[in-house]
């Protein structure tokens, strides 16, 4: 640690981030880099509020009676905490930050196709979420994330009301972010970039913006159809006035299973460019894997019921979301077969962004695969509703898009900022996260199947000692979350500077500066070979 | 304590051995298929570390048949499983003929469980072992979930809709009974316990429990006491449908649709008389909504079936 902190760069000076100094060149910018530093920033503050709530949550079950919070205390947190985390962290995290950053620097362009649209895009996120949060921190709203009818529109308390139209607002920043990008990747990639050429992180970023834009206004039809039974008690959802409290569900869930691949699908993509990048590889089975995003997003769209086994729909319909919920991990489990493959006979640097890749292959395959004992209905209907699915879904969202996430900006941190951040504390995050997850979130499996329901303020005496083990693993977790906090900021002063390609990676955002200029390239690129070129490994030493 | 820190949950079905055993066989195929995995990473890491000498020549970037096994090989596998787990499930939705049937009606935060001979009880569900026992519900107001860990069942409990469940339990004990569906303010103490008892402990318990009749006939006294005898007494004019026999019969509708009176129809058509009218009657029948009770309802329905002639099957 004796290199002095070099002040400014000569690429720093013509990046970017030097194209203005003004709140104004900030607030009013139109570039997609800008933009996507704006979204860095407040899904990071989100992400810390909605973790503050799960932090809540995991001290108040250190005791079976529930000491910290009162009934209508921990049901708002846990509120609070899935209400943020789903629409204002997971869903518009890698695709809003990374996505916007990285799609027209990968496809060699010099913005997204409606620079406007994407600003836009980032102000009604913005007004969404500050409408939200203070909707549940000043009314509070107690029915979960899910807003099953009729509690949500006759019985509940609170700002219900005003937390779904934050929701409803924030959607259309994603429809506007999954427009832009599906015609950007269709209309701005540099000459040679076909289709076959595209890296996989454009390409599920693809198959997430046909989700975002489809699912999407499903959503925002059901909030308003909530809305207005609770406003004018016209009969939709609650029984007792003529509606159907199961078309809810059928509708929330046609939105809000898709949206789960709205959150893998992104992370999938980075982990592809993490492993190619740390293996120094090609892909394995580049076709097969570009196509299983888009079957994901595909299939995802017909495997609603499963969240309903238990609800009363007709026992038919159950096995075949059974079924089909078993074909959507077939390509789901494809992508980790090839990223595994990839490895083989690669140049692992064990850095950071290698193992956050591996920690999220590690934790979505088995979250994946717990997924798939839910969709057994015989095996869910023991396990619906129970610590077992919260433990198989933070599997899924915590380890596998979290870690992605985290992945992202360890991979391409020098490349946004220029600067190169300690890759020994990067490594220990990596490990402490690992670790902190497993232990926060493995004894929920054995918990479900115990029989500890969810949502449960109070619970019996008999499961405390996983909840101990549970809360303590969490705190671990907290430290593990903060710490890159810590150490990326300190890199933006005194880290080295990071050079145009740190990693030795193939991809076109490799060939331009850290951080690249205002627009990009000097020259617009001309692909003339497929993604992941990396140089053929010298020969074994013995032939 | 035992329980201080149990690892498994009790068994009290046959069907929850077999989903314990499903749980479980399905835990080794996953492990089979992820295994490789989680020691390929490792294996791989050590090995082809960077900088470490190694055979790295003829590295492939594709291969179709490796590509297509590892697609529908273990696809093919879970397959199995979907049939067994699914005959397993359908086997949950087909109560025998005998089951004794309870009615229960949950409301925020507590469970009213109804015997047929009209034992009622809170938050306590007794019933006798070795017996076919069919659950009959529904809720006063929001989605409540009916959960009995010890026999890996759960069932929602919906407003204005009959849901059901059946089991057979066979290990005599105390197990826990939870709602499951997030129901509100008390939503986590909204529970109690489930007693498997033998035979002959259950018949005492219905004894000792004591009753005011059994529910066929304290609906009966309800059907008195809200004036449905008037017109649909034996001795009335013709001015609405004779119930006796109703129960599991087909019902001709005005408009031509034809339904069977089960525990649905027969509720709807106490709650909103309008809705479904039987042919060739006037709809003057006035409604009975907001006067009785669900539990209300539940007796009359049970006077209707014990007036219904042959037991029936109903479909619901």
Same mark, same amino acid.
């Given at each position: 640690m004796t290199a002095v902190p070099v002040l400014q760069t000569p690429e720093e000076r013509a990046s970017y981030i030097n194209a203005g100094h003004s709140l104004r060149s900030w607030f009013l910018t139109t570039d997609h880099?800008?933009?996507?530093?704006?979204?860095?920033?407040?899904?990071?503050?989100?992400?810390?509020?909605?973790?503050?709530?799960?932090?809540?949550?995991?001290?108040?079950?250190?005791?079976?009676?529930?000491?910290?919070l009162t009934n209508e205390g921990y049901n708002r947190a846990f509120t609070l905490h899935g209400v943020m985390m789903v629409w204002f962290f997971l869903i518009p995290s890698i695709p809003a930050t990374f996505g916007n950053f990285l799609i027209p620097l990968?496809?060699?362009?010099?913005?997204?196709?409606?620079?406007?649209?994407?600003?836009?895009?980032?102000?009604?996120?913005?007004?969404?979420?500050?409408?939200?949060?203070?909707? =549940?921190?000043?009314?509070?709203?107690?029915?979960?994330?899910?807003?099953?009818?009729? @509690?949500?529109?006759?019985?509940?308390?609170?700002?219900?009301?005003?937390?779904?139209a934050g929701i409803t607002i924030v959607g259309f920043s994603s429809i506007l972010t999954g427009l832009n990008f599906i015609v950007t990747i269709h209309k701005l990639r540099a000459p040679g970039m076909t289709w076959g050429r595209l890296p996989i992180f454009c390409w599920s970023h693809y198959a997430t913006s046909l989700i975002l834009v489809l699912a999407t206004p499903v959503l925002a039809i059901t909030l308003i159809l909530l809305a207005a039974e609770r406003?004018?008690?016209?009969?939709?959802?609650?029984?007792?006035?003529?509606?159907?409290?199961?078309?809810?569900?059928?509708?929330?869930?046609?939105?809000?299973?898709?949206?789960?691949?709205?959150?893998?699908?992104?992370?999938?993509?980075?982990?592809?460019?993490?492993?190619?990048?740390?293996?120094?590889?090609?892909?394995?089975? @580049?076709?097969?894997?570009?196509?299983?995003?888009?079957?994901?997003?595909?299939?995802?769209?017909?495997?609603?019921?499963?969240?309903?086994?238990?609800?009363?729909?007709?026992?038919?319909?159950?096995?075949?979301?059974?079924?089909?919920?078993?074909?959507?991990?077939?390509?789901?489990?494809?992508?980790?077969?090839?990223?595994?493959?990839?490895?083989?006979?690669?140049?692992?640097?064990?850095?950071?962004?290698?193992?956050?890749?591996?920690?999220?292959?590690?934790?979505?395959?088995?979250?994946?695969?717990?997924?798939?004992?839910?969709?057994?209905?015989?095996?869910?209907?023991?396990?619906?509703?129970?610590?077992?699915?919260?433990?198989?879904?933070? @599997?899924?969202?915590?380890?596998?898009?979290?870690?992605?996430?985290?992945?992202?900006?360890?991979?391409?941190?020098?490349?946004i900022t220029g600067r190169m951040y300690s890759l020994t504390w990067g490594r220990i995050s990596a490990g402490l996260i690992f670790f902190g997850f497993n232990l926060t979130f493995f004894p929920q499996y054995l918990l479900g199947y115990l029989g500890m329901p969810r949502r449960y303020h109070v619970y019996p005496p008999q499961f405390q000692t996983l909840n101990v083990l549970s809360s303590a693993g969490a705190s671990i977790l907290a430290v593990a979350y903060l710490l890159p906090l810590v150490y990326l900021v300190y890199s933006l002063r005194n880290g080295a500077p990071a050079g145009p390609n740190p990693w030795g990676a193939s991809g076109l955002e490799w060939k331009t500066a850290s951080p690249p200029p205002k627009h990009n390239f000097d020259v617009i690129p001309v692909v003339d070979g497929p993604a992941y070129e990396y140089p053929q490994p010298a020969a074994a030493p013995h032939g | 304590m035992m329980n201080f820190f149990r690892v498994w949950p009790p068994e009290a079905s046959e069907h929850a051995v077999r989903v314990d055993q499903l749980f479980l066989a399905f835990s080794a195929l996953i492990f089979a298929l992820s295994w490789p995995v989680f020691i390929l990473l490792a294996v791989f890491a050590i090995r082809?570390?960077?900088?470490?000498?190694?055979d790295r020549s003829h590295a492939p970037s594709h291969g179709i048949w490796v590509e297509t096994g590892w697609t529908i090989?273990?696809?093919? =596998?879970t397959l199995a499983f979907f049939v067994y787990s699914s005959w397993l499930y359908f086997q949950t939705?087909?109560?025998?003929?005998?089951?004794?049937?309870?009615?229960?009606?949950?409301?925020?935060?507590?469970?009213?469980?109804?015997?047929?001979?009209?034992?009622?009880?809170?938050?306590?569900?007794?019933?006798?072992?070795?017996?076919?026992?069919?659950?009959?519900?529904?809720?006063?107001?929001?989605?409540?979930?009916?959960?009995?860990?010890a026999l890996r069942l759960k069932q929602d409990v919906l407003p204005g809709r009959y849901t059901s469940l059946w089991f057979k339990a066979l290990v005599p004990g105390t197990y826990a009974l939870r709602c499951t569906q997030f129901c509100g303010f008390d939503h986590a103490v909204m529970g109690g316990r489930f007693v498997v008892m033998r035979p002959e402990d259950y018949a005492r318990w219905l004894q000792q429990a004591g009753t005011d009749g059994s529910l066929a006939?304290?609906?009966?006294?309800?059907?008195?006491?809200?004036?449905?005898?008037?017109?649909?007494?034996?001795?009335?004019?013709?001015?609405?449908?004779?119930?006796?026999?109703? @129960?599991g019969a087909p019902v001709p509708l005005d408009g031509g649709r034809v339904v069977v009176a089960d525990d649905q129809y027969l509720r709807d058509s106490i709650l909103y008389p309008a809705k479904d009218v039987a042919a060739g009657y006037a709809?003057?029948?006035?409604?009975?909504?907001?006067?009785?009770?669900?539990?209300?309802?539940?007796?009359?329905v049970a006077y209707l079936k014990s007036i219904g002639g042959q037991p029936q099957e109903a479909s619901r």
């Open positions: 880099k800008r933009i996507a530093i704006l979204y860095l920033v407040s899904i990071t503050f989100f992400f810390f509020v909605a973790a503050s709530a799960a932090a809540l949550i995991r001290l108040d079950l250190l005791t079976p009676q529930g000491d910290i990968m496809i060699g362009a010099r913005d997204v196709a409606f620079p406007r649209l994407n600003l836009l895009s980032w102000y009604i996120y913005l007004i969404g979420g500050f409408f939200t949060l203070f909707a =549940l921190l000043i009314g509070g709203v107690d029915t979960g994330w899910t807003f099953y009818t009729p @509690y949500s529109t006759m019985f509940a308390t609170g700002a219900v009301l005003w937390v779904i406003l004018f008690r016209l009969g939709i959802f609650d029984p007792s006035i003529g509606g159907d409290p199961l078309l809810f569900q059928h509708l929330f869930w046609f939105y809000s299973h898709p949206a789960v691949y709205i959150m893998i699908l992104p992370a999938m993509g980075v982990v592809t460019e993490l492993v190619t990048a740390g293996a120094h590889r090609r892909i394995f089975g @580049y076709w097969f894997v570009a196509c299983a995003s888009i079957a994901i997003a595909a299939i995802g769209f017909l495997v609603w019921g499963h969240h309903m086994f238990v609800s009363g729909q007709s026992m038919y319909a159950s096995a075949v979301f059974s079924f089909l919920s078993l074909a959507v991990a077939v390509p789901s489990a494809v992508k980790v077969y090839n990223w595994t493959a990839t490895l083989y006979k690669g140049e692992l640097a064990l850095d950071p962004p290698l193992l956050f890749a591996m920690a999220f292959i590690g934790l979505f395959t088995f979250g994946g695969l717990s997924g798939l004992m839910l969709a057994l209905v015989a095996i869910d209907v023991h396990v619906h509703d129970t610590y077992f699915v919260v433990a198989h879904f933070h @599997y899924i969202m915590v380890g596998g898009a979290v870690s992605g996430f985290l992945g992202a900006v360890h991979f391409w941190w020098p490349k | 082809y570390r960077r900088g470490r000498n190694a090989i273990p696809f093919l =596998l939705g087909q109560p025998p003929a005998s089951a004794l049937t309870v009615e229960v009606v949950a409301k925020q935060w507590m469970w009213k469980f109804e015997h047929p001979g009209g034992q009622r009880e809170i938050d306590e569900l007794h019933v006798p072992a070795g017996q076919p026992v069919k659950l009959v519900m529904t809720s006063q107001d929001v989605i409540h979930s009916l959960f009995l860990p006939q304290q609906g009966f006294q309800l059907f008195r006491k809200l004036g449905c005898s008037g017109c649909h007494g034996a001795d009335s004019t013709h001015r609405a449908p004779k119930l006796e026999g109703i @129960y709809p003057i029948m006035p409604t009975f909504a907001g006067q009785v009770s669900e539990s209300d309802l539940v007796r009359l």
